[in-house]
């Protein structure tokens, strides 16, 4: 099983390789050279399973010789032990044909855990072998900075720095990155919006006497394995709703794409998915990409939904890898454009994300609306990401079952959904004194060359 840059200039890797490395020399991402196929009667067979082993039998295609099944397992079965649902992704019904897909259940609350549990474990396993030591520099609007913390924190071989824009997370979140006491990781409150973070983790990738002398590591979905593991929720699911006999579709709250391309990935992989749909916020820049043609940013625009707070949408690049029959030149041509403003989406390669992709655009007003409707209707509390993606989904619905990912528990944006229901939702008595811990937090100026001296510091090299 090989890896290959949506540039196309990058060293071909393994499974392994493009794990450590993150981001491909080239500026790219990393994709596999043929996405494995699951034949019909392989999926029927998940039916049933527990979540670790249809995660077992997802995932073994793509990689290789990294581990062994012993080993896979048994990683599989220590990431996802701490979550608090023993179906780890259930399901609830929110109406005739709609379902929402619960993927709060882990340690932090968010999507972001059922990936970042598993490359925790798989790194740590990767780096025993070798006896290497890494520095992982990773952005976030909120949800990857705290599930990275949670899964790197105390690990002797790791040093984690995680940029977050200042005061554009939620205290929930800003607290679950600030509040570890261990000294291997490090919170960084950044001048700027998620888009400046992101920049400045890919700009130092791009340095490479930067990157091999920190022996940099990238755990933000820049990272192959992160849009691995979220595969799997998509084949669990649709299982249980009757794929592969029955054809379903997902409406995904979309950011950094790197859900939803996880969605296209199982379909890739032969689940039957109709249509999956983007989700955006009022940062509604995929949404208008699949309408127009045109990717255009337009500037950050804070919203109830911060984690979806994002213009430069990285999966994307991904799709766009596929949608131009994988020319590495073109979507090099088009991330240069990028970095000057915006691109053009060529007639083809339009259509064919179209017969793919729907999307949808959520109002400030929209979300605060479907929090209170939803709760009244359903008995069911969204966090304002979902909301974002239940009113889309509700736009969409078909005659296949909609599957709406629930990506964040309500607990994390306590003031959103306060504003629309008049009731805080309680953190997990787990958290309870969250809000009595001391906080660490360095504040930083959106300066590359600053902050690679810090970190250089930090880690003493
Ligand atoms: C709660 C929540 N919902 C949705 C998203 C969007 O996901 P993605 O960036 O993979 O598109 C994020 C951020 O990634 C998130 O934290
Ligand atoms: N919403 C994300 C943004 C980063 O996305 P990632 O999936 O690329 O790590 C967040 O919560 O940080």
């Known amino acids: 099983m090989k890896y290959i840059s949506t540039r196309g200039a990058a060293p071909i890797l393994t499974f392994g ?4 490395t993150g981001l491909a020399r080239d500026g790219g991402l990393y994709v596999p050279e ?5 034949a019909q009667a392989d999926i029927a067979a998940l039916a049933g399973l527990p979540y670790e082993e249809v995660a077992f039998r997802v995932m073994r295609p793509f990689l290789g010789t990294t581990f062994t099944d012993d080993e896979f397992r048994g990683l599989i079965a220590k990431a996802y032990a701490g979550f608090g649902h023993d179906a780890r992704a259930p399901l609830v019904q929110l109406g005739p044909n709609h379902f929402l ?36 520099v990773g952005a976030t609007s909120g949800d990857t900075g705290s599930a990275a ?28 990155m600030t509040t570890p006491t ?22 130092m990738f791009n340095d490479f006497a930067f990157r091999d002398g920190v022996r940099l590591a990238g755990v933000n979905s820049i990272n192959w394995a992160r849009v691995l593991a979220q595969v799997v929720y998509y084949f669990s699911s649709a299982v249980s709703l009757g794929a592969p006999h029955r054809a379903v579709s997902f409406t995904v709250p979309t950011g950094n794409f790197g859900d939803i391309f996880a969605g296209y990935i199982a379909r890739q992989m032969g689940l039957p998915i109709e249509k999956l749909v983007i989700a955006t916020n009022q940062n509604d820049i995929l949404d208008r990409a699949l309408r127009s043609g045109a990717y255009v940013t337009d500037g950050v625009k804070p919203s109830i939904s911060p984690s979806m707070d994002i213009q430069v949408s990285s999966n994307f690049e991904r799709a766009l890898f596929d949608a131009y029959g994988r020319d590495g030149k073109a979507v090099a ?67 296949a079952p909609m599957i709406t990912l629930a990506t964040a ?53």
């Not at 043929?34 to 699951?38: F, G, S």
């Not at 913390?149 to 690990?155: I, T, V, Y």
């Open 333 to 399: 041509q088009l991330m240069a454009e990028l970095k000057a403003g915006g691109f053009h989406i060529s007639q083809g390669a339009l259509e064919t994300l179209r017969a793919t992709f729907g999307s949808g655009r959520c109002s400030e007003e929209e979300t605060t609306a479907t929090i209170r409707t939803a709760f009244a209707r359903t008995g069911e509390v969204l966090c304002p990401h979902s909301a974002v993606g239940v009113k889309v989904a509700e736009e969409h619905l078909g005659t």
């Open 182 to 203: 261990e000294g291997n990781v490090h919170a960084l409150a950044m001048d700027g919006d998620f888009d400046d973070a992101q920049a400045r983790v890919k700009d």
């Open 409 to 461: 528990h309500p607990a994390k944006f306590p003031d959103a959904v306060e504003g629309a229901m008049g009731t805080r939702p309680a953190l997990p008595p787990r958290m309870a004194d969250l809000f009595d811990r001391p906080e660490r937090v360095t504040r930083v100026a959106n300066d590359l060359a600053a902050l690679q001296t810090l970190i250089r510091e930090r880690i003493g090299g």
């Open 101 to 136: 897909l619960e993927l709060f259940h882990g340690p932090t609350l968010a999507f972001k855990d059922f990936a970042m549990q598993l490359i925790g474990q798989m790194m740590q396993a990767a780096l025993a072998k070798t006896g290497d030591r890494i520095t992982i």
């Open 34 to 38: 043929t996405v494995p196929q699951m």
């Open 17 to 20: 390789e493009a794990m450590m």
């Open 149 to 176: 913390m949670e899964a790197f924190r105390g690990l002797a071989n790791v040093d984690l720095f995680i940029l977050y824009p200042h005061g554009r997370v939620s205290e929930v979140q800003r607290r679950q």
